[in-house]
């Protein structure tokens, strides 16, 4: 497949058309951000990990998966997103936030089978992103995609925050059977971690016991052709 760290709008059939309709989904978010300044609590402790403790999201779908109680509250961007048919993958999308001076270190998700784009939602001037020691900047109502298989990271220099939508989608050059059979395992692991696919204990290997000598057709058959002398049978 095409491997490079960043990708044009018009490479997408999609794309353009989420940009020229990108002012719902910024007013729809920055209403419900005036509504609830809570609205972003952290992530997970193995996110924070990668992504540094400045680093959170809230999101909308996940490995396929729609999250229809974070959906009610963003119901055009939700309805939006459908529309486009977007083939969305793993991560699929979420708002994600940057605290004012953090950032995300240098890092690789190390799957160049599926591609990332940042819809800017709230760009204070001075926040940046590098890929491959490339350095760019997000612009609301425009998107960024890159190819997070390329060491990349993020910086938050100012005293605002930082707020983009991040969509996950499969690369364009995966054949259909390639996709469908990623989206089945990724589906798998979906279902492990909610509990949907119970957890199997490894059974205990039984070990047979060793017959005596002399024990089943074997013995019966040795007892005929080699011990017969021993017991008075003579050939």
């Known amino acids: ?69 974070n959906c009610k509250e963003f119901p055009k961007t939700y309805e939006l997103l459908k529309e486009l048919d977007i083939p969305l993958a793993v991560r699929g999308v979420c708002f994600a936030r940057q605290a004012p001076g953090s950032g995300v270190k240098p890092h690789s998700d190390g799957r160049n089978f599926i591609l990332t784009s940042h819809l800017g939602i709230k760009i204070p001037e001075g926040c940046w992103m590098e890929v491959a020691n490339e350095r760019k900047s997000w612009e609301e109502q425009r998107l960024l995609t890159l190819d997070t298989s ?15 939508l991040i969509i996950d989608f499969w690369h364009s050059e995966l ?42 057709l074997g013995g019966w058959w040795n007892n005929i052709i080699g011990g017969g002398n021993k017991k008075g049978i003579t050939t």
Do not use: C
């Open 1 to 69: 497949m095409t491997a490079k760290p960043l990708w044009e709008t018009t490479e997408f059939p999609w794309a353009q058309a989420l940009e020229e309709k990108s002012h719902i989904i910024q007013e729809e978010f920055e209403a419900k951000l005036k509504r609830d300044t809570h609205l972003f609590t952290g992530d997970s402790i193995l996110q924070n990990s990668v992504m540094g403790g400045g680093w959170s999201a809230i999101r909308l779908q996940r490995l396929g998966v729609w999250n229809l109680e």
């Open 150 to 164: 390329f060491v990349h990271s993020t910086g938050n220099p100012t005293d605002g925050d930082r707020y983009v």
């Open 175 to 216: 054949t259909e059977a390639e996709r469908a059979g990623l989206e089945f395992l990724y589906d798998l692991r979906n279902k492990f971690e909610s509990g949907l696919v119970p957890v199997r204990k490894p059974r205990k290997k039984v070990v047979k016991k060793e017959e005596p000598v002399g024990a089943g």
